[in-house]
């Protein structure tokens, strides 16, 4: 981690050279914190009890810590997922609900599907917990593609499936929108997609969210199509694919947007990280809406092909991953060597949102019914 700080001073002028008229995002230096436990995903953060909680998930088992304040000492623990049956699981989204329930959603690839691999097919499913997040209730898969899986893809992971996902709240929160990367099906279909479930079934989600298709929330989420906010530019099924996945997006006060950040992967290994995108966004119900992606980190300031996840932690109080203001802690593979710093345009100079893009070219909740198959 020592290249960090120099990184964050190149970073630092390149993003400063990005064009004023629109809203924009920076990365400063700021001294490095890492997130407590092994990450392999988004880490939900959360308070609860008056401390911050964040969920770190590297499939089993799940860690639990909490603290003071985002720069104070960590206490963890294991997450009891006795109710999973030793399933893997990624928790990779989290909030805290008016019931003191914390809602919770996870990352599943199922093993086995395969003989003499390990290539699999993510699903989406969602969990609670009574006790601030120590033990966790499975409420079943509620996000899973329609699409046959390929078994001949070659980006070394995935034969399809939806994965890789944020979820947060819209400001009224009548719905909560799931964020998340499609890796199968028609390279058509394949990239960041969405869907929602109304906020009021949080607890007994099964069969209620719906996938976004081609203008309206009709298909539902287990098995139904989507159309893609970003496609792919080469799909999943390649060793090379160029493709934006693993959204991350949060509420900024400061914008009075919404803010999604991108990871880009492009060329082999299958996923080679090509650089972190950020995109606006002023209405979930308005999927197309979204600006097209802008380069937050070039590849040459990242530290290794493998290095994802990039998220925000927020620096006012109550502020998580999903809620972050004017400046917050940029993470990436669960560390912060930066500040991100967020700048609205002129009231006089605002632009409308861009097109969708495409990567650029390198040229009371209840529990599962035990009876039903894991999806």
């Given at each position: 981690?020592?290249?960090?700080?120099?990184?964050?001073?190149?970073?630092?002028?390149?993003?400063?050279?990005?064009?004023?008229?629109?809203?924009?995002?920076?990365?400063?230096?700021?001294?490095?914190?890492?997130?407590?436990?092994?990450?392999?995903?988004?880490?939900?953060?959360?308070?609860?009890?008056?401390?911050?909680?964040?969920?770190?998930?590297?499939?089993?088992?799940?860690?639990?810590?909490?603290?003071?304040?985002?720069?104070?000492?960590?206490?963890?623990?294991?997450?009891?997922?006795?109710?999973?049956?030793?399933?893997?699981?990624?928790?990779?989204?989290?909030?805290?609900?008016?019931?003191?329930?914390?809602?919770?959603?996870?990352?599943?690839?199922?093993?086995?599907?395969?003989?003499?691999?390990?290539?699999?097919?993510?699903?989406?499913?969602?969990?609670?917990?009574?006790?601030?997040?120590?033990?966790?209730?499975?409420?079943?898969?509620?996000?899973?593609?329609?699409?046959?899986?390929?078994?001949?893809?070659?980006?070394?992971?995935?034969?399809?499936?939806?994965?890789?996902?944020?979820?947060?709240?819209?400001?009224?929160?009548?719905?909560?929108?799931?964020?998340?990367?499609?890796?199968?099906?028609?390279?058509?279909?394949?990239?960041?997609?969405?869907?929602?479930?109304?906020?009021?079934?949080?607890?007994?989600?099964?069969?209620?969210?719906?996938?976004?298709?081609?203008?309206?929330?009709?298909?539902?989420?287990?098995?139904?199509?989507?159309?893609?906010?970003?496609?792919?530019?080469?799909?999943?099924?390649?060793?090379?694919?160029?493709?934006?996945?693993?959204?991350?997006?949060?509420?900024?006060?400061?914008?009075?947007?919404?803010?999604?950040?991108?990871?880009?992967?492009?060329?082999?290994?299958?996923?080679?990280?090509?650089g972190i995108y950020v995109a606006y966004g002023a209405d979930l119900a308005q999927p197309g809406t979204w600006s097209a992606p802008a380069l937050l980190l070039p590849r040459s300031a990242i530290p290794g092909w493998s290095t994802f996840y990039p998220q925000v932690c927020g620096l006012e109080e109550g502020d998580n991953d999903s809620v972050a203001g004017e400046t917050a802690r940029f993470f990436l593979h669960g560390t912060s060597a930066w500040e991100i710093r967020f700048t609205r345009p002129p009231e006089d100079a605002?632009?409308?949102?861009?097109?969708?893009?495409?990567?650029?070219?390198?040229?009371?909740?209840?529990?599962?019914?035990?009876?039903?198959?894991?999806?």
């Amino acid at each position: 981690m020592s290249r960090f700080p120099l990184l964050a001073i190149l970073v630092a002028a390149f993003c400063a050279s990005t064009p004023a008229r629109a809203q924009s995002a920076a990365l400063v230096e700021a001294p490095p914190l890492t997130l407590p436990g092994q990450t392999d995903g988004n880490s939900p953060l959360f308070w609860f009890g008056g401390k911050l909680h964040v969920f770190t998930s590297i499939g089993w088992p799940q860690r639990l810590s909490r603290a003071d304040n985002l720069f104070a000492a960590w206490d963890s623990e294991r997450v009891d997922t006795r109710d999973f049956r030793n399933r893997t699981l990624w928790v990779e989204s989290a909030l805290v609900d008016e019931e003191s329930v914390v809602c919770a959603w996870y990352h599943h690839e199922p093993g086995g599907m395969y003989e003499g691999n390990l290539l699999t097919a993510p699903k989406i499913g969602a969990a609670v917990s009574f006790d601030g997040g120590r033990t966790l209730l499975d409420l079943g898969i509620i996000l899973e593609s329609g699409d046959e899986p390929d078994p001949a893809a070659r980006n070394g992971f995935f034969t399809g499936g939806h994965g890789d996902f944020s979820v947060v709240a819209d400001r009224d929160r009548q719905f909560l929108y799931f964020f998340f990367t499609n890796y199968g099906g028609a390279p058509e279909s394949q990239g960041i997609c969405v869907a929602r479930l109304a906020y009021a079934d949080r607890h007994a989600p099964r069969g209620k969210v719906r996938k976004f298709h081609r203008g309206t929330w009709d298909e539902p989420g287990l098995g139904g199509a989507c159309t893609p906010i970003f496609r792919v530019t080469r799909d999943w099924s390649n060793p090379d694919p160029e493709a934006f996945w693993g959204p991350a997006v949060h509420w900024n006060t400061h914008l009075g947007r919404w803010v999604m950040l991108l990871n880009s992967a492009g060329g082999e290994p299958g996923w080679s990280q090509q650089g972190i995108y950020v995109a606006y966004g002023a209405d979930l119900a308005q999927p197309g809406t979204w600006s097209a992606p802008a380069l937050l980190l070039p590849r040459s300031a990242i530290p290794g092909w493998s290095t994802f996840y990039p998220q925000v932690c927020g620096l006012e109080e109550g502020d998580n991953d999903s809620v972050a203001g004017e400046t917050a802690r940029f993470f990436l593979h669960g560390t912060s060597a930066w500040e991100i710093r967020f700048t609205r345009p002129p009231e006089d100079a605002a632009a409308p949102p861009g097109p969708p893009a495409t990567p650029p070219s390198r040229t009371t909740p209840r529990p599962v019914d035990r009876d039903t198959p894991d999806k």
